[in-house]
């Protein structure tokens, strides 16, 4: 997926060196406000579970009526529980997590048709975009009503200092339709999916640990956060515990307003000369 990813972002980029530079320019400033979920080893079938809310802030710079580059900073919240699994390995694994999420991302996007605020014309059209994103993570989960931090406590094995990072990146493929409201205002309706370069949102990726050493360097709760299982011998030392060859993945899907700051340049054919 990170592979198509690319490849739309430089097809879009491709797209854009023909064309005319008529048309809209300027910046669009804007908020959404939607939902976000995960795909990954605690939620290996696809499935939209334990959606959470998110929102952010946008800035779109228009190049002309077909391309342009966006920024956009986003909070989402993501989780997933084991018992939601129709698989029965991962129902006995008994594994969970929830996780907020501060993402920074940066696009090429490409609309289908001419876009121009204030036309009655070419007043929408679909879009794809693609890009990069960096985010910021932090896996948490509950047991016995206590709310613990994942990455503290090494759950498969990481000794101290060792950790997986809490900031990471990604690369992004998404689209969406947008429709001018007016000369100033437009609806942005769109879905991304972010493809990780890590497999720890979730802090699940490899084996479990052997627990007598994990014990001696984080202690009886670590134990406990690594091994839920609700079947006897399931969590012992290199068994399966997550697939690190699948990286994690999250999508944002929601609703944008976008205000439009720039101007509508006249066609060549249409300027006074001398």
């Known amino acids: 997926m990170r592979s198509i990813a690319l490849i739309f ?4 980029f491709l797209m854009a060196i023909p064309l005319s530079a008529d048309g809209q320019k300027g910046y669009e400033l804007g908020g959404w406000l939607g939902t976000s979920f995960y795909f990954g080893d605690l939620n290996t079938n696809l499935k939209i579970t334990k959606p959470g809310p998110a929102l952010g802030l946008m800035a779109r710079y228009n190049f002309n009526n077909r391309i342009s580059v966006r920024s956009t900073l986003s909070y989402g919240n993501v989780g997933a529980d084991d018992a939601d699994s129709e ?7 008994n594994l969970s997590f929830r996780s907020n999420i501060f993402d920074l991302s940066n696009v090429i996007e490409f609309n289908f048709f001419k876009f121009e605020h204030g036309s009655q014309t070419y007043n929408k059209t679909p879009y794809f975009y693609g890009g990069f994103n960096i985010f910021r993570y932090n896996p948490t989960t509950k047991l016995n009503g206590q709310k613990y931090s994942l990455r503290d406590y090494g759950t498969e094995g990481q000794q101290a200092g060792q950790e997986y990072g809490q900031i990471n990146g990604g690369v992004l493929l998404g689209g969406g339709f947008k429709f001018a409201l007016n000369r100033h205002l437009s609806i942005n309706i769109e879905v991304s999916t972010r493809f990780l370069f890590t497999d720890y949102l979730d802090d ?19 134990v406990a956060l690594s091994d839920r299982s609700l079947s006897e011998g399931l969590g012992a030392a290199g068994r399966q515990r ?20 720039g101007g509508i340049e006249c066609p060549e054919i249409s300027r006074i000369r001398n």
């Open 87 to 93: 698989n029965n390995f991962e129902r006995n694994r």
């Open 242 to 261: 997550g697939d690190r060859k699948a990286k994690d993945q999250y999508t944002f899907a929601g609703i944008s307003v976008m205000k439009y700051f």
């Open 204 to 222: 699940v990726s490899t084996v479990y640990p052997d627990k007598t050493l994990l014990q001696a360097s984080r202690g009886d709760i670590a």
């Open 9 to 12: 972002i430089a097809i879009g």
